[in-house]
């Protein structure tokens, strides 16, 4: 199954502030998904990456506070934009492998 | 609109003890996976079910999936302490690979 890098594992970031975070993968994989796990919640798709085209966002998530890129067929990034404490949860990258979805290892991001 | 609920949301067992985790579900879907989640971890895969009837069993795991109810089942034989983790389902609602998860079950298995 596939292999995703995702970095920034964790951040502490200012209000205000944008973060973006990355998720490489080891294999050319059609659609990328993003994922939102608020504390001590279940998680929610934030939207979908399709290489060459605009991510397909889910109800609730806007693209200007959200934006994603997706150069290439084995990166995206998701940014978080014009973060509040509200902001403050896990966020994953996901990518079908087949059978099923393997998720990248999280970025932990609390904002202050 | 998908619901996946499921239950219960918090489980304390007794190591050596068997337990059922349920995952109801409310549109067809012939795709269901189960995932652990350690804290401050990522997902860990650990079955995944593509049809009616599927059984899978992994060690003191076992996932069962049953599309005409709109149940899987996720039953731990003789639990130890290393599965103390929370379990998510999910369900695949088609290609476009938009996983509705359930809230997860947190386990304490407990000697």
């Known amino acids: 199954s596939a292999v995703i890098s995702q970095k920034p594992s964790r951040d502490i970031c200012q209000r205000g502030t944008s973060l973006t975070i990355q998720c490489q993968v080891d294999s050319q994989v059609t659609m990328m998904f993003w994922y939102r796990q608020q504390p001590g919640q279940s998680l929610t798709l934030i939207a979908t990456a399709n290489q060459g085209s605009e991510a397909t966002y889910e109800s609730g998530f806007v693209i200007d506070k959200f934006p994603i890129s997706r150069p290439n067929l084995t990166f995206s990034t998701l940014t978080v934009s014009n973060m509040s404490p509200e902001d403050s949860s896990i966020y994953l990258c996901?990518?079908?492998?087949?059978?099923?979805?393997?998720f990248g290892s999280g970025t932990r991001l609390t904002v202050v | 609109e998908l619901k996946v609920e499921q239950n219960p949301l918090f489980l304390s067992m007794q190591e050596g003890k068997n337990y059922t985790i349920y995952c109801n579900y409310s549109?067809?879907?012939?795709?269901l996976y189960w995932y652990r989640q350690d804290p401050g971890k990522s997902l860990e895969s650990l079955f995944v079910l593509l049809s009616n009837g599927a059984v899978k069993q992994e060690g003191r795991l076992m996932a069962s999936l049953d599309t005409k109810a709109r149940l899987s089942t996720l039953h731990i034989t003789a639990a130890v302490h290393d599965l103390s983790a929370t379990y998510f389902c999910a369900v695949d609602l088609g290609s476009q690979g938009n996983l509705i998860f359930g809230k997860g079950t947190k386990l304490s298995v407990k000697p």
């Open positions: 996901s990518v079908g492998t087949g059978e099923g979805y393997t």
């Open positions: 549109t067809t879907s012939d795709r």
